[in-house]
């Protein structure tokens, strides 16, 4: 399986803090050595890096960790391969344009006999299970709106759509338009929303410690969604499976 | 206007000699520093940055120019902007997928009272007349071949719309699918193809040499095109006004 890391806030700001700690999951807390990617939204634009090498020695992987892009919706990945062989074309996170935006997925699981018909013009470049159900995302969202919809009404037709995957498998996945964060649940995936007074955190994956009142504002909010905590003295909470949850400005929206 | 470089080889090849010349004309040795990119093939995936930095300061520019990413085909930009805010949605090359492939795109010039309707599934997210023009390139591609079809066949339709946009302005432009690398001149480009006996290159913009015999094998073929010829002691060829060439494993392809 693989591991998901998601941020959404309310002001451009840097997850060097939390993609250190995740980035040891590729190989030294965890074996998820398969590849990995990170994409950031800087309004419209997307910085979209992947590597097939483990996150924990590629060049591009120190780069993010070492240069602090500033960002409002970012979603990360390392992979530990269970449909598609290791390359290039089956890091996650994937990236598709409709309607004018960009949009950017990263899915944790395995989907047994779920290749459903893509009769559109979304079509995978690599041969995993994700990037398949991503382009059949995307090709419903599609149908459904004929232009850009409300969040809510994207979180609705989502919410129906993931509901006629899940059954398929494990089915945790992180979407993002750099507008919204969506996050779906099968087995394991937890937030935090950190806001006024921060505090301090110590990450569980590498010897770190951050004061976050140091870098923030009173008036910012930052919401962070992982396959499981990054930090040990900070409440996570857990999602129930088969829920998914919208971070629109640093916060979960009422479902 | 901005400046193009691409490169297309029959063997990984990487381009940082190519490159760091090329980068120091956002700044140093030209005033192209409205932002940059490039994009590299392997096999069908693809590694894309972008920065609205300009190269000659930009981390992930430096990275690129220490880290030898060997790909068999690349696209590089920097850009002095003509239409378009400076922003990283309006940084070319622009990336979008067509019949399961990625395909990339970067243009130098400039297109005026050329909107064409974008009537089908593919729409820019940034402002430039480039990425307008690019979505309607994919658009026209899409609806003249129901699947991939070969690299003479999208030359052909290539040659067709090309010429229909380049009575608009300016259309230099670069681009790829990960098989073979499209060129197409309105005012400056040139190309070289380097293969056996290699010899020693001398860039034009840094104080910077190299050996290519030292680097390469008997069979390997390099072609590279670019706005300004990089080298000093290398023939380069002149595109016509109005020529489009196709370069597959290293070579031009006859007319």
């Not at 979209?48 to 990945?77: G, M, Q, W």
């Not at 759509?161 to 750099?178: K, M, Q």
């Not at 499976?241 to 971070?247: Q, T, W």
Request: charged share 20%.
């Amino acid at each position: 399986m693989c591991q998901l890391l998601g941020m959404n806030a309310n002001t451009p700001t840097d997850v060097t803090f939390s993609f250190t700690g995740f980035a040891q999951r590729a190989g030294n807390t965890a074996d998820h050595t398969d590849g990995w990617g990170i994409a950031f939204f800087e309004g419209r634009g997307l910085r979209h890096f992947v590597d097939h090498e483990r996150a924990t020695d590629s060049p591009v992987a120190e780069l993010i960790r070492r240069y602090p892009i500033k960002s409002r919706n970012v979603i990360a990945h390392i992979r530990k391969a269970t449909q598609g062989v290791v390359s290039l074309e089956n890091c996650h996170p994937f990236v598709r344009e409709l309607w004018g935006r960009y949009w950017v997925f990263a899915h944790n699981g395995d989907l047994k006999d779920f290749r459903p018909r893509l009769h559109a013009h979304f079509h995978p470049v690599g041969t995993t299970d994700s990037e398949h159900v991503f382009c059949w995302l995307m090709q419903e969202l599609s149908k459904s709106h004929a232009g850009m919809p409300s969040i809510e009404e994207l979180t609705l037709t989502l919410r129906e759509l993931a509901a006629r995957i899940a059954p398929h498998g494990t089915f945790n996945f992180l979407l993002s338009n750099g507008q919204a964060l969506w996050a779906h649940a099968s087995t394991h995936l937890y937030y935090i929303e950190r806001r006024h007074p921060f505090s301090q955190a110590q990450l569980c994956d590498e010897d770190l410690r951050v004061d976050f009142s140091a870098h923030t504002t009173p008036n910012d909010k930052v919401a962070v969604v992982v396959t499981a905590p990054l930090t040990s003295n900070e409440q996570w909470t857990a999602f129930q499976s088969g829920e998914m949850r919208v971070f629109v400005d640093g916060q979960c929206q009422a479902a």
